[in-house]
Nanobody, 124 residues
């Protein structure tokens, strides 16, 4: 099982980026996929999650209305469209697959496999 996160980069505040998480060795449709981020000196936090069955989406309050998670099952890929980026969005972003219970969608321990991370830097 492998997850490849990509799409990070340097962007000015107010700009946009789209992250991709490409999976191999499993079917992404069988798992939920979460995006997490970790800023320097801070703990990893959940950002967004998409369910395997219904495709329902969930967001942390800090990104709600700005980020959109989606999936392309044919490509076994999940995307995170990030708009109106802020300097506080600067972090390494990770994707992960798992079957978290509804009360723990943003709990990193609920996920089985992780991508390597992609760095997002938002300048002010």
């Amino acid at each position: 099982v492998q997850l490849q996160a990509s799409g990070g980069g340097l962007v000015q505040a107010g700009g946009s980026l789209r992250l991709s998480c490409a999976g191999s060795g499993f079917r992404s449709v069988d798992y939920g996929v979460g995006w997490f981020r970790q800023a320097p000196g801070k703990e990893r936090e959940g950002v967004s999650y998409i369910r395997s069955s219904s495709g329902s989406t969930y967001y942390a309050d800090s990104v709600k209305g700005r980020f959109t998670i989606s999936r392309d099952n044919a490509k076994n890929t999940v995307y995170l469209q990030m708009n109106s980026l802020k300097p506080e969005d600067t972090a390494v972003y990770y994707c992960a697959v798992g079957r978290p219970v509804s009360s723990a969608r943003f709990t990193s321990g609920m996920y089985y496999y992780w991508g390597q991370g992609t760095l997002v830097t938002v300048s002010s």
